[in-house]
């Protein structure tokens, strides 16, 4: 039995440990923010929190998280900083057909409560293992430029 | 709605839901009663299939093959050439035999390794190149084309001509690398079948699941899942998945799901047509050109699809934006033992660009003249014959473009500034390069008119909100979003009181496909209309209803034997001006700085604009340095995304671009096509740049390191 934190409740699953979180998150827990886009930890859109760090899903045996914290979209969802990224994305327009944003977005949140102030260069390796095929990745720089800037002072904040 | 200018951006409609990842793609669907089905493909590249020697099946599992298919075994497209299942012949690696279901997919691998099938296997075409020294040989060529100026008048040209300048220009597979991989789900109803799934095209769907399980119109119906990127890929392959889930859940009756993981949808989906054209031009003493005669080979891999409207595009193109002296083209489709090849974006113009940019910069620079004014000099004008005998009858605002572009890069300065780098500089190597484009918007010649014959509905209800009854896929291109707003617009109507909700063939009538960047200006046309008509006709709190057909504006008429009359009703222009930076002990491409200046008649919403200008160009730039998919012995050598290695964030840079208004009469507030036209320029543009900075002539795309280190 493997026990973990998932989106701040304590949850358990008796899902063999070689069996994939990204499965074990949309299968198990039925939460289908967490996309599969290559399944080999190319994309990042199925990126998540593992203890604050950010991970592919696709690449993690659930085996090596009993213990830990997982967080995904969902988990975020609420929050004053997703907000700040919503209103971004929206009026930096990042968003095309939406498969890779929720990763996209878990990957921003990351880079901001790290960095609240990066330059361009900064977002762009912050976001670089998260592909995007339709935007050309520029409006969702912008988008996090923005989101910086709106949200001074929220990024590390727990 | 009251805009006072149509292109002020307004909300996505779907921000929402994608933003927070809850809006369900197939892959997040379940339904009850579902069953997963895995494909067992052909290991081979051509033969005949022998024997077929099946598992012991565990309960609940089954395999179901061509002699479960109720209609013919043939996914309707164009021709008949393409089975839903091969059981008899295979034609490439992956072809789909049978498809094995059953409630977990752990034990349908482990199934899908024990079918074990015996063939007779043949000698297989794997190239283009061995397909063009067969093309005589039965079946190979699978359509051709030639239209132009006589040969004899050429021959007499070339004969009194000052230089022959002959050139072979090759470009690669171009993979779309949609992040949702295709998926299809074929549900299971006593009285219907119903397929769901991530698509461009539901009637092309819907009619091949009419053939395939030979039923009546009122017992199949298509629902588009919201749709994660289709760049053409999702046009006429998905009418393949829709056959295999429908024929398995008509077989085994229930709902069966078919998504592939990214390995299987890079080796087994259609791909960019890998082209090789050869140019023959004539020029006189001062590099005046004389006559032109232009070649084009496509690669169609195993099946016809949709390569014959390809290539008819692409030889359309193959002047480029050029007005050219006794001009002669014609095309080929080869069959090669390959993966099919079919859609994307661009549809066979991206490869005539490439080409006919290369080989104009080079004889430019053979007559040692400057590239950009020598096009400047050939550049098409309003009232100018098309090269099938058509006319450009809109104004053409390029050169005004090219002179804007030229000035917000700082093009002459630049050219300064490089040389000097470059001379003091081994390593590093800078360049900067210009691409000329346009795109014919909408479905070539009389399309539109003889086979989509788009027709569109508007329902008020009695609450007084406006919903679009059309046919139209929203891939994120943002068709829910701009076409919502012409219908709001027209109407005068709150933006969120007009409603697009996903499409289903049982709401909505066929407005056509989502493709050939017709969805704005020949769908919007249609809404534009009907949303005016309903405005007329309003009754507050009553149910109404308006719909509108298609009519064609006649111009000269086209005739696609002779390959003549007017190809498209209007085009859509570009200028891309791109700096990059050569690494010479590398060969590594950096891009520095793009710009790009774009007409599409009048922009339907700024931002979205944005996102396809950006999106567009970064894909074609990539074509033309990034992306590589090879085949050998008829596999595709690149499974995965980093192994073929489109953009990510790092290998893109911001793009400074600006829209020309150029309002076209028949298109929605002006609008044409756009979707297309940003990914065009690309390659070509890429090409002149590193060609600048290191002042050699390459014959083919992509310039990646390698091509790069064996040039220097």
């Given at each position: 039995?493997?026990?973990?934190?998932?989106?701040?409740?304590?949850?358990?699953?008796?899902?063999?440990?070689?069996?994939?979180?990204?499965?074990?998150?949309?299968?198990?827990f039925t939460l289908i923010g967490t996309k599969e886009g290559c399944g080999e930890g190319e994309c990042g859109a199925c990126s998540v929190f593992v203890n604050n760090h950010l991970q592919n899903s696709c690449l993690i045996p659930i085996g090596s998280i009993d213990g830990t914290d997982v967080i995904t979209i969902e988990g975020i969802m609420e929050s004053e900083q997703?907000?700040?990224?919503?209103?971004?994305?929206?009026?930096?327009?990042?968003?095309?057909?939406?498969?890779?944003?929720?990763?996209?977005?878990?990957?921003?949140?990351?880079?901001?409560?790290?960095?609240?102030?990066?330059?361009?260069?900064?977002?762009?390796?912050?976001?670089?293992?998260?592909?995007?095929?339709?935007?050309?990745?520029?409006?969702?720089?912008?988008?996090?430029?923005?989101?910086?800037?709106?949200?001074?002072?929220?990024?590390?904040?727990? | 709605m009251n805009l006072k200018d149509i292109s002020t951006s307004v909300p996505k409609k779907d921000h929402s839901g994608k933003v927070s990842g809850q809006l369900a793609y197939i892959s997040d669907v379940k339904v009850e009663n579902m069953v997963y089905g895995v494909l067992v493909r052909s290991p081979i590249a051509y033969g005949k299939i022998k024997s077929i020697q099946l598992p012991n099946f565990p309960e609940g599992y089954e395999a179901v093959g061509a002699e479960q298919i109720p209609g013919p075994n043939v996914v309707k497209i164009i021709?008949?050439?393409?089975?839903?299942?091969?059981?008899?012949?295979?034609?490439?690696?992956?072809?789909?035999?049978?498809?094995?279901?059953?409630?977990?997919?752990?034990?349908?691998?482990?199934?899908?390794?024990?079918?074990?099938?015996?063939?007779?296997?043949?000698?297989?075409?794997?190239?283009?190149?061995?397909?063009?020294?067969?093309?005589?040989?039965?079946?190979?060529?699978?359509?051709?084309?030639?239209?132009?100026?006589?040969?004899?008048?050429?021959?007499?040209?070339?004969?009194?001509?000052h230089k022959i300048i002959e050139e072979e220009y090759s470009t690669g597979y171009q993979e779309h690398v949609y992040l949702e991989p295709q998926g299809m789900l074929g549900i299971y109803k006593d009285d219907e079948i119903v397929v769901q799934g991530s698509m461009q095209c539901l009637y092309y769907i819907k009619n091949a699941l009419i053939s395939a399980l030979a039923c009546g119109d009122d017992e199949v119906r298509v629902v588009q899942s919201p749709t994660g990127g289709g760049f053409g890929g999702k046009e006429e392959f998905?009418?393949?998945?829709?056959?295999?889930?429908?024929?398995?859940?008509?077989?085994?009756?229930?709902?069966?799901?078919?998504?592939?993981?990214?390995?299987?949808?890079?080796?087994?989906?259609?791909?960019?047509h890998p082209?090789?054209?050869?140019?023959?031009?004539?020029?006189?003493?001062?590099?005046?050109?004389?006559?032109?005669?232009?070649?084009?080979?496509?690669?169609?891999?195993?099946?016809?699809?949709?390569?014959?409207?390809?290539?008819?595009?692409?030889?359309?193109?193959?002047?480029?934006?050029?007005?050219?002296?006794?001009?002669?083209?014609?095309?080929?489709?080869?069959?090669?033992?390959?993966?099919?090849?079919?859609?994307?974006r661009g549809f066979g113009a991206p490869q005539s660009f490439a080409g006919i940019e290369s080989h104009i910069g080079h004889i430019s620079k053979l007559s040692k003249l400057d590239p950009l004014d020598y096009k400047r000099k050939y550049l098409v004008k309003q009232g100018d014959p098309t090269i099938t005998k058509g006319q450009f009858r809109d104004p053409i605002l390029m050169e005004d473009m090219i002179e804007d572009l030229l000035n917000a890069s700082d093009f002459k300065s630049k050219k300064g500034e490089f040389q000097r780098f470059n001379q003091q500089n081994l390593r590093y190597k800078k360049g900067i390069g210009t691409s000329l484009f346009l795109h014919g918007c909408g479905f070539t010649g009389s399309g539109e008119r003889d086979h989509i014959k788009a027709t569109v509905k508007l329902v008020k209800s009695r609450d007084d909100k406006v919903l679009l009854k059309i046919s139209n896929s929203d891939m994120g291109q943002g068709?829910?979003?701009?076409?919502?707003?012409?219908?709001?617009?027209?109407l005068d109507l709150p933006f969120d009181r007009v409603l697009y909700p996903d499409p289903d063939t049982k709401e909505v009538p066929d407005s056509g496909p989502t493709v050939a960047s017709r969805t704005t200006m020949i769908v919007g046309k249609l809404l534009e209309r009907a949303a005016k008509k309903l405005k007329a006709q309003w009754q507050p709190g009553v149910e109404q209803e308006v719909v509108e057909n298609y009519v064609h504006r006649e111009m000269i008429p086209w005739d696609e034997k002779t390959f003549t009359g007017d190809a498209y009703p209007a085009y859509s222009w570009g200028v891309n001006i791109v700096e990059v930076e050569v690494d010479t002990l590398t060969g590594n491409v950096k891009l520095e700085k793009v710009?790009?200046?774009?007409?599409?008649?009048?922009?339907?919403?700024?931002?979205?604009?944005?996102?396809?200008?950006?999106?567009?160009?970064?894909?074609?730039?990539?074509?033309?340095?990034?992306?590589?998919?090879?085949?050998?012995?008829?596999?595709?050598?690149?499974?995965?995304?980093?192994?073929?290695?489109?953009?990510?964030?790092?290998?893109?840079?911001?793009?400074?671009?600006?829209?020309?208004?150029?309002?076209?009469?028949?298109?929605?507030?002006?609008?044409?096509?756009?979707?297309?036209?940003?990914?065009?320029?690309?390659?070509?543009?890429?090409?002149?740049?590193?060609?600048?900075?290191?002042?050699?002539?390459?014959?083919?795309?992509?310039?990646?390191?390698?091509?790069?280190?064996?040039?220097?």
């Open positions: 039995m493997i026990k973990f934190t998932l989106n701040g409740r304590l949850v358990e699953t008796d899902a063999p440990p070689t069996a994939r979180l990204l499965d074990l998150i949309r299968d198990e997703f907000k700040i990224l919503d209103e971004s994305y929206s009026s930096a327009g990042g968003v095309q057909c939406g498969y890779c944003i929720p990763g996209m977005v878990m990957a921003s949140a990351a880079l901001l409560s790290k960095n609240p102030h990066p330059s361009e260069a900064e977002i762009r390796e912050g976001i670089s293992g998260n592909l995007c095929r339709c935007t050309g990745y520029n409006m969702i720089v912008d988008a996090i430029n923005l989101a910086a800037k709106k949200g001074d002072g929220l990024w590390q904040k727990k | 021709q008949e050439d393409q089975p839903i299942f091969a059981n008899e012949w295979v034609n490439y690696i992956g072809e789909p035999i049978l498809m094995l279901v059953g409630k977990e997919l752990d034990i349908l691998y482990r199934l899908l390794n024990e079918v074990k099938i015996e063939f007779d296997e043949l000698q297989a075409i794997y190239t283009l190149d061995d397909a063009i020294q067969q093309k005589s040989a039965p079946g190979v060529t699978m359509a051709s084309y030639e239209f132009g100026e006589n040969l004899d008048v050429i021959s007499t040209i070339e004969q009194g001509a998905p009418s393949m998945m829709a056959c295999h889930v429908a024929v398995a859940a008509n077989a085994v009756k229930k709902s069966v799901m078919l998504v592939f993981d990214r390995s299987e949808d890079m080796v087994v989906t259609t791909k960019r082209a090789k054209i050869k140019y023959r031009t004539a020029i006189d003493e001062e590099g005046n050109i004389l006559s032109m005669c232009v070649d084009v080979f496509l690669d169609g891999g195993a099946n016809a699809g949709l390569s014959s409207v390809v290539l008819q595009r692409a030889l359309l193109n193959s002047a480029g934006v050029y007005k050219i002296p006794h001009f002669h083209a014609k095309g080929y489709v080869l069959k090669t033992n390959t993966v099919p090849n079919g859609a994307f068709i829910y979003t701009t076409l919502s707003k012409i219908v709001a617009q027209a710009y790009a200046n774009y007409e599409v008649g009048k922009v339907i919403d700024d931002r979205i604009m944005k996102g396809q200008i950006d999106g567009g160009l970064a894909q074609g730039l990539a074509y033309g340095y990034l992306e590589k998919m090879t085949s050998k012995e008829g596999r595709i050598q690149q499974k995965s995304i980093s192994d073929y290695g489109p953009p990510t964030s790092m290998d893109v840079v911001s793009i400074e671009s600006k829209v020309f208004d150029n309002p076209y009469a028949d298109g929605p507030y002006g609008a044409k096509g756009a979707g297309e036209l940003t990914l065009i320029g690309g390659a070509p543009a890429v090409q002149a740049a590193i060609e600048d900075a290191l002042q050699t002539s390459f014959q083919q795309i992509p310039i990646t390191p390698e091509v790069i280190i064996e040039s220097l």
